[in-house]
Every structure is written in structure tokens, then in C-alpha cells.
């Protein structure tokens, strides 16, 4: 099972690096964001549906990874087994491509490194084009921001996404993956839920989404961290984690600015969003060159990621 679970993170791995994205009619977050859309909408009491949204949606959609998983793994063992005799040795195979292909779905990093590259070189070159771009990176309005602004909303972002969007689920992975793997798929996914009901719920005009958030917050503490500690490896900047400690406190999540700190640290410059938050507010805002090293840091520590995921995955039935 270990050596399943270590072949289904890589694939993972490679099919990011080498498409991105999954396509779009076939990628589960948009769908389980149709879902989610479907209550965004005024409620009687919104708390309670809120509670009852955070409580069932993500569950629902941890059960159709599992069922995914483990329905093509018994068909496929059933299948060998009635053709050939070979339903013991195609079941591996049958995980680790069904496993991966989920995996993939349920991470971004290729998507997330090469967005933020885009917009930190449009920002001297086209900086209306890098404000249009920073609207899909970034949950603020860059209408007003400078090109430095710009770049130190990218670099923001890329970091706090490194924690949302990869090191969440995998990290979810690895642990669920100690009991199966079609466990370690419907962790990812569940948690990938909870993200996705935060970024389109979580916001303090919207009491449904009250209950998400908090419990977003609670989902996020380790892997944030966990994340900073890979910004701080990735940049060869160990000291920026005792450092980033001074300001990750400072924006309003409890999680992102553990990231966004520690990249502010490592790369020895001022990250601030207008009006809610400034990291290391000492230096100055990143040039190109201190921006294109924070995106670089971004893609060394989830790439970081993906290996020790891999690593924790392939202990799976070690000793037992």
C-alpha cells in the first residue's frame, strides 16, 4: 500500500507539472463549486444552514472521492480477476492512476507559480494587464495598486495558496493514505471542501459562511505552518521563520500570515495588503528581481511538498 501511495503522489507530481490543470469539464472544484453557489444566497437563519452547509458539503464530497477510488479499484479487480486471473496484480495499477488522477485535481502548483510569474512581469511592462491578471490571484481590488503593490500582492498570494492549494491536501493525503489509499483521496478532497466553502463563503458580509471560515481556520493551522517551514527551506532562509513570527500575527487569518510572513522575512522585504496588513514593514516593497525569488521559493517548497508527501504516503503499512 505504501509503494501505491508514494506512486499516486508522484503522479500527481508529474501530471502538475506537465498540464497544469485538469480540463475544465472534468475538474471536481468547479463542480463542488456549483454546489456551494447554490447556497450563496440570503437564508432565514443562515447560521444554522451555515453550520449544516460546512458540516454535510464537504463530507459528500470526501464520499464521492472515496467511492471514486475504491469503485475502479473493484472493478478493475473483479474485471482481472474474471478475464484472467490477474485481478490481484491490475489492482495497484488501477490505484495509483485512479489515486493520481484525483491527487492532480485536488493540488495546484505549476498553475499557481506560473499565474503570479505572469503577473510580477506585467507589472512594469503592462500594469493595467497585471491589475486584470492579480484579480484571479488576489482577494483584494488592484485598481489602485502600484506595479511594486502589484508584485507584493503576487507574492503574497502565491504563498498563502502554496499552503491552501497543495500542502493542505497533500498533507491530508499522506495522513489518510496510512489507512488506504482511497482514504488519503477523500482526506485530500475533504479538505479541499472545507477550502473551497471558505474562499467562496468565508467573508464577514455572508453568515452562512460563518461556520466554514471558522472551521477552514481550524483545518488550516498545521498545514500553514507546515508551509512556512518549506518557504524558509526553499528560500535557504531558516532565521526568516524566527523572524516572520513578528508579523504573522498581523493579518486577521489566523493561518496566511504564516507563509506570507516568512517569505517576507526570507526574501527581506515588505509585503502589505492597503488597509489590512504590513509584513516586515521596515524594507521596501519587492522589486522584480526579489519578486521573481519569492515565486521561485513558492515552486522549490511545494515542490518540497510533494516529496515529503510521497515520503509520509509510502510508510503506509510499515510495521504492521
Known amino acids: ?56 458539503l464537504p463530507l459528500a464530497f470526501a464520499a464521492v472521492a472515496w467511492a471514486v477510488v475504491a469503485g475502479s479499484v473493484g472493478t478493475a479487480v473483479r474485471t482481472g480477476s474474471v478475464a484472467a486471473g490477474y485481478g490481484s496484480t491490475i489492482a495497484p495499477v488501477v490505484t495509483t492512476a485512479v489515486a493520481g488522477l484525483a491527487l492532480f485535481s485536488l493540488t495546484s502548483l505549476r498553475m499557481l507559480v506560473a499565474v503570479a510569474g505572469e503577473v510580477i512581469e506585467a507589472a512594469d511592462r503592462d500594469a493595467d494587464a497585471a491589475r486584470e491578471s492579480a484579480i484571479a490571484l488576489v482577494g483584494r481590488d488592484t485598481s489602485s495598486l502600484s506595479a511594486a503593490g502589484i508584485r507584493s500582492a503576487a507574492v503574497e498570494s502565491a504563498a498563502e495558496n502554496l499552503a491552501d492549494g497543495l500542502v493542505a491536501p497533500l498533507l491530508a493525503f499522506a495522513l489518510g493514505a496510512q489507512v488506504s489509499v482511497a482514504v488519503g483521496v477523500a482526506a485530500a478532497a475533504w479538505v479541499k471542501g472545507v477550502n473551497t466553502l471558505d474562499s467562496m463563503l468565508g467573508y464577514p458580509d455572508k453568515p452562512v459562511g460563518t461556520a466554514s471560515a471558522r472551521l477552514d481556520d481550524a483545518v488550516m493551522w498545521v498545514p500553514a505552518r507546515v508551509s512556512a517551514v518549506l518557504l524558509a527551506v526553499a528560500a535557504g532562509s531558516p532565521r526568516s521563520l ?65 516529496l515529503l508527501a510521497g515520503a509520509a504516503a509510502a510508510m503506509a503499512g510499515v510495521g504492521s
Open 242 to 306: 524566527a523572524d516572520a513570527r513578528r508579523w504573522a500575527r498581523v493579518p486577521a487569518s489566523p493561518n496566511s500570515g504564516w507563509p506570507m510572513a516568512t517569505a517576507a522575512a526570507a526574501l527581506g522585504v515588505r509585503l502589505e495588503k492597503p488597509d489590512s496588513y504590513t509584513l516586515n514593514p521596515d524594507a521596501a516593497l519587492p522589486s522584480l528581481a526579489e519578486a521573481r525569488r519569492g515565486v521561485r521559493a513558492v515552486a522549490v517548497a511545494g515542490a518540497l511538498a510533494f
Open 1 to 56: 500500500m505504501g509503494l501505491t501511495a508514494l506512486a499516486a503522489v508522484g503522479l500527481a507530481a508529474v501530471l502538475d507539472a506537465a498540464f497544469a490543470e485538469p480540463p475544465s469539464r472534468a475538474h471536481p472544484i468547479p463542480l463542488f463549486g456549483r454546489v456551494v453557489g447554490a447556497v450563496d444566497r440570503e437564508w432565514t437563519r443562515p447560521q444554522v444552514v451555515g453550520v449544516a452547509v460546512a458540516a454535510v
